[in-house]
């Protein structure tokens, strides 16, 4: 029996993205009140061919994708959210603010694998002539590398403008949530469910953090320069294994055993979600329905629209 299509996204500039099967949709709020929106059929190889979908490699392939269509999508979303700063009115980015954009993004993935990579392991490095086991010097790592990773998502949220991106995630998290228990699609409809959900991005971070204590642990205890190596070699292991017992948790996610075990993952979402105000729900209701519309009718090309705000 094939799986049931399911929906997820990412929290833009005043605005929600979300992707289905074969189309995705970004709903963005501007200034002036309405709501624009962007749909835009996925087409490209890495969603159409069969090795994208096997287990283990379809981890990197999402991955991928979210930092590819993340990317485009927060560029869209400045320019109707701030157009005084990108006065041009274009439905897409120039090709110079993608390539700064991509060397903006290349840019952030260096720094993050610094700080919660490399960094951890530069700390536990000095440690290591106190403590005598191998596991106990990679799950100090681990511990260091996760409280980096909280103390990071704190101090972020601590900043209005992110703030207002956490309250726009919480608003695609309340959407999905309805959509899949049926209510209905409606401000009033979506405002009492939760703001969490088992295949949020938060709560794959927090399996990174503790999957790679068990894959380095593997390691030992080598020489500090091949332990560096392997820290950023092995990236794309850890979060292949991630993505897929994230997977596997939203997908067993009505047992109580999995509830248990995915409860510190859920709990770290109420990091990087704030409850939204009726009218961020509407623009993430107003993506979901443009990808629900068009995964049923999949013509082909792009379109650009302004909805009234009523």
């Known amino acids: 029996m094939s799986e049931q299509p399911t929906y997820g996204g990412q929290a833009v500039i005043e605005g929600v993205m979300i992707r289905g099967s074969h189309h995705v949709a970004v709903a963005v709020r501007a200034p002036d009140g309405t709501i624009h929106l ?20 379809r981890g990197l392939v999402m991955l991928w994708d979210a930092i590819g269509l993340g990317t485009r999508a927060l560029l869209w979303s400045a320019q109707v959210a701030m157009p005084e700063e990108t006065p041009t009115a274009r ?40 403590i005598s086991s191998d596991v106990t010097s990679n799950l100090i790592e681990g511990l ?24 726009y995630h919480g608003a695609e998290h309340k959407t999905i949530n309805a ?3 049926g209510a209905p699609l409606t401000p009033e409809g979506v405002q009492p469910f939760g ?3 088992p295949r949020c991005g938060t709560g ?19 020489a500090f320069l091949w332990r560096v190596v392997t820290r950023i070699l092995l990236v794309p292991v850890v979060a292949s294994i991630s993505y897929e017992l994230i997977r596997w948790g939203a997908r067993h996610y009505h047992r109580s055993l999995v509830q248990a075990l995915m409860a510190p993952a859920v709990a770290l979402q109420r990091l990087t979600t704030r409850e939204p105000t009726p009218d961020m729900l509407e623009v993430a209701i107003t993506a979901l329905q443009a990808v629900l519309r068009r995964e049923h009718h999949t013509e082909p090309g792009r379109e650009l629209t302004s909805v009234p705000k009523p």
């Open 195 to 197: 703001l969490t959900h």
């Open 179 to 181: 959509y899949e228990a």
């Open 91 to 130: 439905s897409s980015p120039s090709s110079w603010e993608q390539v700064g954009a991509w060397g903006l993004v290349g840019f952030s993935l260096l720094m993050a694998i610094l700080l919660f990579f490399i960094v951890p392991l530069v700390i536990v490095h000095r440690l290591d002539r106190f």
């Open 38 to 57: 962007h749909t835009e059929e996925l087409t490209a190889p890495i969603y159409t061919s069969r090795w994208s979908k096997l287990p283990f490699l």
């Open 144 to 167: 260091i590398r996760l409280a980096i990773l909280v103390g990071y998502i704190v101090a972020i949220g601590r900043m209005e403008d992110v703030a207002r991106v956490f309250a």
């Open 204 to 222: 794959f971070l927090l399996v990174v953090a503790v999957v790679s204590v068990f894959v380095f642990a593997l390691l030992g205890r080598p």
